[in-house]
């Protein structure tokens, strides 16, 4: 069975570039119909879509965060990483990575990485 594994470091200062990798086991990133998504939880607030890199490569994110957005892919390794730059406090959330299957809705979810962001 596919699972996913968020890692990255906990505490980020203002105005760096979070980077986070999610580790995929279980399962290629390559096959096809999948897209890999990251979704983040500000503490006391609802699920935020990110953006999410497919199967084929191609990339789509959200619109309020495209600007600082970069979602990427090593085959290699079966890994996808999140890059999100310029954060703020705002910024703090718990970070999942997911498998989203096109079509078909998000079928696995990582457990999930507390990132903080505090000078």
């Known amino acids: 069975q596919v699972q996913l594994q968020e890692s990255g470091p906990g505490l980020v200062k203002p105005s760096q570039t979070l980077s986070l990798t999610c580790t995929v086991s279980?399962?290629?990133?390559?096959?096809?119909?999948?897209?890999w998504t990251w979704i983040r939880q500000p503490p006391g607030k609802g699920l935020e879509w990110m953006g999410a890199?497919?199967?084929?490569?191609?990339?789509v994110y959200s619109p309020s965060l495209k600007s600082r957005t970069s979602i990427s892919r090593d085959t290699s390794k079966n890994q996808c990483t999140l890059q999100l730059s310029s954060v703020t406090p705002e910024d703090t959330a718990v970070y999942y990575c997911a498998r989203d299957r096109v079509a078909g809705g998000i079928e696995v979810w990582g457990q999930g990485t507390l990132v903080t962001v505090s000078a």
């Open positions: 890199i497919a199967y084929s490569s191609s990339t």
């Open positions: 279980g399962g290629s990133i390559t096959t096809n119909y999948y897209y």
